[in-house]
């Protein structure tokens, strides 16, 4: 009888601490501590009813949110629909004329937050708790070191663990405990990330202890040296992402300009028609076809922008540039009246205010490789769509029937005629492709901005710019430029601002051109000895 009695003991207190444990119900005096009085007693009140809430205690805590409770100096009610209810037992009560509102200042506000926050890291949802933690990180208080510690306990996602790890630590750097704000400092130090650096700062400025202070300084330094590789790393591919939209607007133009000397101002318009080519299939995919299919409707903008972009492109030659080939200033006037007609067009047609096109599921957020380093999918993607334009056209120039009847007639169009070759049909093609490729890259543009009538506008001088830098009629010198550019830009951008780096890259190109007129690579062939 013993043995059965102390294991019955043991169990009793085993179920006693375990009851101890779970959350208690919400008393009145909690309720009036959490609703009246200085800020910090009801932060400190509130915090204290957090690590052991229950329902009623949650409840309360979203009406003090809501700004929904009234308090005296023996009672609380929260208010529901002009009635007053005791938060304990949830009964109706008559609120007394003299009892006062309960307001929150922004700093009452954050803590209420922060409560709220804490109270979802018991949530089944791994990305809710997650939330949570960051949400406490950004309010880092010593109060809720014991809410944490039970947090941590019951936690089973490394991700959350290690989150709540660091608002451990980021909670115990105000702590009156020497040792503890060492430890805390030191822990920080070794999450690389800018909003610890932040939070480091901010406590460096309040912090009397030398050696305390020496060692939030030290980690400081720390961060500083893993997220200078960050900004490096993100100026990059910020360049290369700037280069490849450079890349896709002006290889359209490597063909109309380079190969065929025609100065098209209508370019920037044909690129915003491929734009507006992939919004109108946006809409078709969402009125006629399921939902679940929606994030296919760029994939099949591709081909329908290409079309779209090339009907017009061969219009436009065979309507009026066919008439003007050698006469450059004639042909430059043109088609700048031409992208007036195209963006009235498209205002008669889409309205005269922008337009937004809807990144895909599988086009939306991106990939961390650093605490200050996320490369967005839509960014990695316009690099990628860039590369295989590039070498789709490299091989159509260079393998194809067509690209040796092109660079045939760019090089030596009476010879080319005497072959039998049409060059009044190969013009139209080649002008046709350059137009098509415009479309591509205003698909690509319509990923990463608005579209709008205006669009073209913004990438023409840029365009221009690459391809004569580049070498006219040199797609590799295209790309060169176009990339070269894109990461100078950027580079300046973050030591100059935006505008010193467009003016700066613009010098930059002037004088080039001075020492180099023929471009990073000349044209070599019959017309350049000519």
Request: charged share 15%; proline share 2%; hydrophobic share 50%.
């Amino acid at each position: 009888m013993i043995p059965i009695l102390r294991r019955t003991l043991r169990a009793a207190c085993l179920f006693a601490l375990l009851a101890m444990a779970q959350a208690h119900a919400l008393t009145a005096d909690e309720a009036r501590a959490m609703a009246a009085g200085d800020a910090d007693e009801r932060i400190a009140a509130m915090n204290k009813a957090v690590a052991n809430a229950d329902a009623k205690t949650e409840a309360f805590i979203q009406a003090l949110a809501d700004e929904a409770v009234k308090y005296t100096d023996t009672q609380v009610f929260v208010m529901k629909d002009d009635k007053g209810y005791d938060p304990v037992t949830g009964a109706e009560a008559k609120v007394p004329d003299n009892a006062e509102d309960v307001v929150n200042n922004n700093y009452m506000r954050s803590a209420i937050d922060a409560a709220q926050a804490g109270l979802r890291l018991s949530s089944k949802d791994e990305a809710v708790r997650l939330e949570a933690a960051n949400a406490l990180f950004k309010e880092p208080d010593e109060s809720r070191v014991l809410l944490i510690d039970k947090a941590l306990a019951a936690e089973t996602s490394a991700a959350v663990k290690a989150k709540l790890q660091l608002v451990q630590a980021a909670s115990l750097l105000s702590s009156q405990d020497k040792a503890k704000r060492l430890a805390a400092a030191k822990a920080l130090g070794d999450n690389k990330n800018p909003d610890t650096k932040l939070l480091l700062n901010q406590r460096l400025g309040d912090e009397t202890d030398a050696e305390v202070k020496a060692a939030i300084q030290a980690s400081i330094a720390s961060i500083d040296g893993a997220l200078v590789w960050g900004d490096r790393l993100g100026a990059i591919f910020s360049g290369i992402s700037l280069g490849s939209v450079l890349l896709l607007a002006a290889l359209g133009l490597a063909i109309t300009y380079g190969l065929m000397g025609v100065i098209n101002m209508a370019h920037g318009e044909l690129m915003m028609i491929g734009a507006y080519a992939t919004y109108v299939m946006q809409g078709v995919f969402q009125r006629f076809l399921p939902e679940s299919m929606f994030g296919w409707y760029l994939v099949a903008a591709i081909p329908v922008s290409f079309l779209a972009s090339a009907l017009v492109g061969a219009v436009l030659e065979r309507g009026v540039i066919r008439f003007l080939y050698g006469r450059p200033l004639e042909t430059l006037l043109a088609t700048w009246g031409i992208s007036l007609m195209l963006q009235q067009l498209v205002r008669s047609l889409f309205g005269a205010q922008n337009v937004g096109v809807e990144n895909p599921s599988w086009m939306s957020g991106g990939v961390q490789l650093l605490s200050n380093l996320t490369l967005p999918w839509n960014r990695i993607g316009i690099i990628v769509f860039a590369a295989l334009v590039l070498v789709a056209m490299g091989w159509l120039i260079g393998r194809t029937r067509l690209g040796l009847f092109v660079r045939g007639v760019t090089q030596n169009r009476p010879i080319a005629s005497c072959m039998g070759v049409n060059t009044a049909r190969i013009d139209t093609y080649a002008f046709a492709l350059g137009s098509g490729i415009a479309g591509l890259a205003g698909c690509a543009l319509s990923q990463i901005g608005n579209v709008g009538p205006d669009l073209g506008q913004s990438y023409i001088v840029d365009s221009f710019m690459v391809v004569v830098m580049g070498g006219v009629g040199q797609l590799a010198g295209t790309v060169y430029a176009a990339l070269g550019l894109g990461v100078l830009n950027k580079f300046i951008e973050g030591w100059a601002g935006a505008v010193l780096a467009k003016i700066a890259v613009l010098v930059f190109i002037i004088i080039f051109i001075q020492k180099r007129p023929q471009g990073i690579f000349a044209i070599k062939g019959r017309s350049a000895e000519a």
